[in-house]
């Protein structure tokens, strides 16, 4: 994918040949991507194909934004499109390792956090950079996996996977914006990565739901990248039937703030939405846009939609304006092309397991090839970082070109019960302990 795009010749656009880019700048507390012009995209974008970097700038990652990071980080804003195929841009922020193996090209991992949430706040590109201000936001507890990735020697592309806009739960475009952001990273000069690179995807939860849609769109979408395997964790196949689950739990939070979110691209629940819930209910939802998801989720713990609407709220979920937009959010409506690890846990309070059982058959079905580890012992939170050593061993094997066996793997022993995974864990609590104390993370393959 070349930069320039099909901007030859636009009127206004004449940047586009050369994007502007932006050096490190020290000192300077970052913006928030709602009020940050580096987010806007330049005139004339919309004829740029997508993929195209837009501009770019060098960036200084810190965990929690408080402990720099002694990487190099860069990050690209690009043009990519909303589900309906209208052109937009969003930002991925790449870190390519300091060492690369020789004689091949660096594999490239794009992986998407569990941003969960509407506030820009939460944005990878903005809560993973140095002095944010971002308490509450899961991507800043990521940055140790992202880090593991580095160490493996992969280049790896953060996503602002739910767009400007903060539409969690949307379908199609997370995997428009990942795979756009792929294709900018590596068409970026600045970063000299290989057109020919490996690439793998890998996310859990909300990040999960994310590379599940990149997965199932990319053989239509970006036939071009060489996507050799995507690791799904945990990825929320069946959003209507989580809302379900999670309404009036200590995780309400959650569900709440897809509701705040899919109004916003799905006029007919705006309309009910305005129709049915009171005053509250409606000061709740707007309310729910400006904050991190661990705050959200303290603020809803137990409560019920339900206690705000003037009808019973399962004769409003079974109205065919919500009954549609629940359909249009499901995944399963393609097959990935790439090999996938599906990772679930058994006893997960968020994610049902029979909602991940139903995709990872139909995924099956269709001719995908589906290893799925179904852990008989964890639970949700703590499955991510057991299931971690296991996820970079098997991209690992994707990036070689190892072979896979050729029928739906479903295993039960738990992780926690593997040696291997102890193996692994100790070498990420080394890499955890380089992050929390700023120190260099060397090339160190599991």
């Known amino acids: 994918m070349a930069e320039l795009g099909n901007l030859a010749g636009t009127q206004g656009a004449e940047w586009i040949a050369r994007p502007p880019h932006e050096e490190l700048q020290h000192k300077i507390r970052p913006l928030l991507p709602s009020d940050d012009p580096f987010y806007q995209p330049p005139l004339g974008f919309q004829h740029a194909e997508p993929g195209t970097v837009l501009r770019s700038r060098d960036v200084e990652l810190a965990f ?46 794009s992986y998407q956090c569990a941003i969960d949430a509407v506030s820009s706040r939460c944005f990878p590109s903005y809560a993973l950079r140095r002095r944010a201000k971002a308490l509450g936001a899961i991507g800043q507890f990521e940055l140790f996996l992202i880090a593991a990735a580095v160490a493996e020697g992969w280049a790896v592309s953060v996503p602002d996977h739910e767009g400007l806009r903060g539409l969690w739960g949307a379908p199609y475009e997370p995997g428009y914006r990942v795979l756009d952001g792929i294709r900018a990273a590596l068409s970026s000069e600045r970063l000299g990565l290989s057109a020919e690179a490996p690439i793998g995807l890998w996310g859990y939860s909300g990040g999960g ?8 769109m990319c053989a239509e979408y970006a036939p071009e990248l060489d996507i050799v395997g995507a690791v799904l964790g945990s990825p929320v196949g069946d959003l209507g039937n989580t809302f379900r689950r999670l309404n009036g739990s200590f995780l ?3 569900p709440a703030l897809v509701v705040a979110a899919l109004a916003h691209i799905y006029p007919d629940l705006d309309r009910v939405i305005r129709e049915h819930t009171n005053e509250e209910g ?8 400006k904050m991190t998801t661990v705050e959200a989720v303290v603020r809803m713990a137990g409560k019920d939609m339900g206690d705000y ?10 109205t065919p304006e919500i009954t549609h937009v629940f359909d249009h959010i499901k995944l399963g409506a393609a097959v990935p092309t790439p090999p996938v690890l599906i990772v679930q846990a058994v006893h997960d309070y968020l994610i049902d397991v029979h909602d991940i059982d139903v995709l990872a058959d139909a995924y099956s079905a269709g001719g995908a090839r589906v290893t799925y580890h179904r852990d008989a012992f964890n639970e949700h939170m703590m499955l991510h ?21 050729d029928h739906l793997v479903r295993t039960t022993w738990p992780t926690m019960f593997n040696p291997m995974t102890y193996v692994g864990m100790a070498r990420l609590m080394k890499i955890a302990a380089k992050v929390i104390t700023g120190r260099k993370i060397g090339r160190r393959p599991l």
Do not use: H
Not at 311 to 317: C, F, N, T, Y
Not at 385 to 405: E, H, Q, V
């Open 209 to 216: 739901l994310a590379s599940a849609w990149a997965a199932e």
């Open 282 to 289: 409606r000061a709740l939802l707007d309310s729910l846009e």
């Open 64 to 109: 929690l934004g408080l402990i720099p990071q002694p990487i190099k980080a860069v990050q690209l804003l690009y043009r990519t499109m909303d589900m309906n195929g209208e052109p937009e841009a969003t930002a991925t922020t790449v870190i390519v390792p300091a060492e690369l193996a020789p004689g091949r090209p660096c594999p490239v991992l």
């Open 309 to 318: 609407l003037d009808e019973p709220l399962e004769q409003i979920l079974s």
């Open 252 to 254: 309400s939070g959650l």
């Open 385 to 405: 970082p057991l299931s971690a050593p296991m996820a970079l061993r098997w991209l690992t094997d994707r990036f070689g070109g190892r072979p896979l066996t």
